[in-house]
T-cell receptor, first 113, second 112 residues
Framework: NAGVTQTPKFQVLKTGQSMTLQCAQD?????MYWYRQDPGMGLRLIYY???????DKGEVPNGYNVSRLNKREFSLRLESAAPSQTSVYFC????????????FGEGSWLTVV | GENVEQHPSTLSVQEGDSAVIKCTYS??????FPWYKQELGKRPQLIID?????GEKKDQRIAVTLNKTAKHFSLHITETQPEDSAVYFC???????????FGQGTELSVKP
């Protein structure tokens, strides 16, 4: 049981390049999330998906797109990376029926130069 | 939308002392309040949570209190140990399966 798995773990991008962060969970959770973590800013929600087929904006959605491919997978895309998107990205999931306990992946360290 | 404020941003205590971290939230509809611990380079992990129908919850050396009227909740760690050193985050949510909004984090340092 791997829990929440996200790839890649580390990535360096040039300004303007695009990339997709992949996330998959094997806990049969309905809800999935993408957060970014910056020093002194805590964890800020980028996008979330309360169920397969739905996605909603979080606190900081600008510059990102998401796809809930199926119940297991939730990807985050940066269409044109900017240095301000240098951050640690965490994918997470939760089982709505158990009351919002969120489980995080190991994180993806992204640097945009 | 929901806003969660967390204080202090850093906290240093001597081993064996108690540590208290406080959070306030803005949306009175919030009904779920978890606390996460994050060690350096690791993912956040749930350590304790409380729901709006409960005023206090304890788990060994960790306790959380909730004051719905004042819209604040606190994490209490007693008999602190060096391994308690980490960043702690509070969060609030108001719907089943809904999004969690996090506070800014508190870096706790426990000195031997």
């Amino acid at each position: 049981n791997a829990g929440v798995t996200q790839t890649p773990k580390f990535q360096v991008l040039k300004t303007g390049q695009s990339m997709t962060l992949q996330c998959a969970q094997d806990m049969n959770h309905n809800s999935m999330y993408w957060y970014r973590q910056d020093p002194g800013m805590g964890l800020r929600l980028i996008y979330y998906s309360a169920s397969e087929g739905t996605t909603d904006k979080g606190e900081v959605p600008n510059g990102y797109n998401v796809s809930r491919l199926n119940k297991r997978e939730f990807s985050l895309r940066l269409e044109s990376a900017a240095p301000s998107q240098t951050s640690v990205y965490f994918c997470a999931s939760s089982n709505t029926r158990s009351g919002n306990t969120i489980y995080f992946g190991e994180g993806s360290w992204l640097t945009v130069v | 939308g929901e806003n969660v404020e967390q204080h202090p941003s850093t906290l240093s205590v001597q081993e064996g002392d108690s540590a208290v971290i406080k959070c306030t939230y803005s949306d009175s509809a919030s009904n779920y309040f978890p606390w996460y611990k994050q060690e350096l380079g690791k993912r956040p992990q749930l350590i304790i949570d409380i729901r709006s129908n409960v005023g206090e919850k304890k788990d060994q050396r960790i306790a959380v209190t909730l004051n719905k009227t004042a819209k604040h909740f606190s994490l209490h760690i007693t008999e602190t140990q060096p391994e308690d050193s980490a960043v702690y985050f509070c969060a609030a949510s108001w719907a089943e399966g809904g999004k969690l909004i996090f506070g800014q984090g508190t870096e706790l340092s426990v000195k031997p």
